[in-house]
């Protein structure tokens, strides 16, 4: 009977381990949370000095005792007075002991509105995103966007986008669609089975197109190049492309091309001393579009 204290400590010495554990963790939480919280400000300041700013009607903050989360309702997203986005809500979470990979649940609908779109409201899913940080706090994104539509516009039943910082200083993206329906006011939809698109944006704001790759049914258009802003903000650059179906791809482009019957005619004649499967660049200079020899359209400043 000497030993039964003893004994009786011993039998107490896990349930303390247990609670001197929590106590750490808790203490480790709450110090680690008012980090992530400073963090979270100091980028919403430096994305706001740069014109990009979030609001929310509320913000919550909490995820004890194993993650950090984020909450914002009715989240308000605004670039440099060019447009805006809105939502119903907002939710950012983040492990508590990996507070550099976060994950973003974004809930629709959500307004919008640009200087070159009008307002409109767009129906989707929830919007998921992954947010990862290295070391020298750059960012990567992954994003999917599911049933997307936006009135006027079209709507995609899948839309991904990926970027990472590139080794040359610029960003890398790249996206890819599915069942793509575009539409413009006084012309038919355009539809695109699956889209593809890879390239790198440099830090003078020319975009390298490394690969584009356009399918519908079995038409598939491809390209390569690169396209910049001019001095009045006109899109300005060249696109190497080709087509495995000439004709297929001039059925489907010829009621958004707007192009008399001479030049209709013009144009497939020249293209198809190519053969079907033709090779023909898109050149954007001084602000007009051309294919090949061919003006497609004026180009307007984007603003």
């Not at 963090?39 to 929310?56: I, K, M, P, S, Y």
């Not at 914002?72 to 119903?88: D, F, K, M, T």
């Not at 040359?168 to 069942?179: C, E, K, L, N, P």
């Amino acid at each position: 009977m000497p030993n039964s204290p003893v004994r009786s400590w011993r039998m107490l010495l896990p349930l303390a381990a247990v609670l001197l554990l929590a106590l750490l963790w808790t203490v480790y939480w709450l110090v680690a949370s008012g980090i992530a919280e400073r963090r979270f400000a100091e980028e919403r300041a430096r994305f706001a000095a740069q014109g990009v700013t979030l609001a929310c009607a509320r913000e919550d903050w909490g995820g004890y005792p194993f993650h950090f989360e984020f909450t914002c309702v009715s989240p308000a997203l605004e670039w440099r007075n060019r447009g805006h986005i809105q939502s119903s809500s907002l939710f950012l979470t983040a492990l508590a002991y990996a507070p550099w990979q976060i994950v973003a649940l974004l809930d629709g609908p959500s307004s919008f509105a640009t200087t070159e779109v009008p307002g409109g409201t767009a129906s989707h899913q929830r919007a998921i995103a992954a947010l990862t940080y290295d070391r020298d706090w750059k960012l990567k994104i992954s994003a999917d966007i599911p049933a997307l539509s936006m009135p006027d516009l079209g709507g995609v039943s899948l839309l991904m986008l990926h970027t990472r910082p590139s080794v040359t200083g610029g960003t890398d993206i790249a996206v890819s669609a599915r069942d793509v329906n575009l539409q413009r006011p006084g012309t038919p939809s355009l539809s695109i089975g699956e889209g593809e698109f890879v390239g790198t944006l440099t830090s003078d704001r020319m975009l390298k197109v490394e690969r584009f790759h356009l399918q519908q049914d079995t038409v598939n258009y491809s390209g390569t190049g690169s396209v910049n802003l001019d001095n009045s903000n006109r899109p300005s650059g060249k696109l190497d492309t080709q087509t495995n179906d000439l004709d297929g791809l001039l059925a489907i482009l010829a009621p958004h091309l707007q192009l008399t019957e001479d030049k209709k005619s013009g144009l497939r004649a020249m293209l198809g001393l190519l053969g079907n499967e033709a090779k023909a660049p898109i050149i954007a200079k001084d602000g007009i579009l051309y294919l090949g020899p061919f003006k497609l359209t004026e180009l307007q400043p984007l603003q």
